[in-house]
């Protein structure tokens, strides 16, 4: 069977040397959403340091219970565990009957605290987890690791995860992931925060040109066709470097069994542009405010100018709401700062839908009243 994985072996092996070989022990990789970062972590580094000799690697995607992350954590250390070790459920008095632990949370509406009994449970399973490793190589992987900075639910949970982590001998790592700069930022570099100064943030590197060609090699591989890689490379581009959008390209033409890249991005395209589809729906879930900062920068206006600041007044917000707007505009992956701290719009096809549709800064000022 033919595996459509992009295997990057070579960062796989830098990250397993930053962390077992030059000490650093402790990283928290940022990288916007479809960028490729958990198929990374799943199918690159986690084979990667068994070929290495760690023993054994846990992970833990915080997003699968997004109400109750510590049980997230649980399942995972549990998981890790050999069978017999998996009986310390029992000893925290935790009825493990009424969990349900197959279904996943998509979004953290009714988040809860850690009850003590289950602070007891992750802490004793990772003690256990510590014990089975014996002094060998371990390594903690924890994604998404942004969602504990999203409600003061998780404050007690993230605080007894920390010291459960200074507890970690020398032979284990960390890997954090964070698809939010912001709630990262907020996790490792607010001085009251309980994961202050704990790892050293690093951007994940985005997928490249080498992605592209293996897609074009997997279409040939299936179909026979070779198809334009420089073409495909454009429209990579146009999506913001999203891989699920092309994936989901090369994937069609695979099931039409063509090598039309155009004909076949016009039909993503419009579930992308047209009435009802993903910018329309992406626009109307941002706030006023964060639509004024985001066609602002589609203008190549300041975002603090004068002019600027008095749109904001009349759209009845203040410069700190158009801070926090920012803030959101990056969590979703729609901006980002670059090296020169400035702001800039990273998913093309979405300034094309904009201006398609001919929306302006000034027209989301209230119509003035009749005379």
């Known amino acids: 069977m033919i595996d459509w994985h992009y295997p990057r072996p070579e960062l796989a092996q830098a990250h397993l040397a930053q962390l077992f070989d030059q000490g650093l022990s402790r ?25 290495k000799g760690v023993v054994n690697t846990f992970y833990c ?47 953290a509406d009714r988040p809860r605290p850690a009850l003590p009994n289950e602070l007891t449970l992750a802490t004793t399973s990772f003690q256990q987890w510590v014990k089975y490793l014996d002094g060998r190589p371990g390594l903690i992987v924890l994604d998404e690791i942004q969602h504990l900075a999203t409600s003061s639910a998780f404050a007690t949970f ?39 100064n704990f790892a050293t943030v690093v951007d994940f590197p985005l997928l490249d040109r080498p992605f592209v060609d293996h897609l074009a090699r997997i279409n040939q591989m ?25 994936t989901g390209l090369v994937s069609q033409m695979v099931l039409r069994k063509s090598d039309d890249i155009v004909g076949t991005w ?16 992406a626009w109307s879930d941002l706030l006023l405010s964060d639509q004024a900062v985001y066609l602002l920068l589609l203008e190549g206006q300041d975002l603090f100018s004068e002019s600027s600041l008095a749109l904001y007044e009349r759209l009845g917000f203040s410069r ?23 702001y800039e719009r990273i998913v093309p096809i979405l300034d094309e839908w904009m201006k398609l549709t001919g929306k302006t800064s000034q027209m989301l000022l209230p119509p003035p009243a009749a005379a």
């Open 27 to 51: 990283l928290a990789f940022f990288g916007r959403r479809r960028i490729g970062k958990t198929e990374y972590l799943k199918r690159d580094l986690i084979p990667a340091a068994a070929e």
């Open 61 to 107: 995607s915080f997003w699968e219970n997004k109400d109750q992350p510590h049980l997230a954590l649980i399942r995972a250390l549990q998981d890790a565990l050999p069978e017999h070790q998996a009986k310390v459920k029992a000893k925290a008095g935790l009825n493990f009957g009424v969990v349900d632990f197959s279904a996943e949370v998509e979004r």
């Open 158 to 196: 993230a605080a007894s995860l920390r010291t459960m982590l200074d507890m970690a001998p020398p032979n284990i790592a960390v890997i954090f992931t964070g698809s939010s700069l912001a709630d990262l930022q907020r996790l490792f570099n607010d001085q009251k925060a309980p994961f202050f």
């Open 222 to 246: 299936i179909t026979g066709l070779e198809i334009k890689a420089d073409l495909l490379w454009d429209l990579f581009n146009r999506s913001g470097r999203n891989a699920q959008v092309i």
């Open 266 to 281: 016009e039909d993503i395209e419009i579930e992308l542009t047209g009435e009802g589809g993903w910018c329309e729906k």
């Open 320 to 342: 700190g709401s158009a801070q926090q707007a920012i803030k959101r505009l990056i969590n979703r992956s729609l901006i980002a700062r670059n090296g020169h701290g400035r």
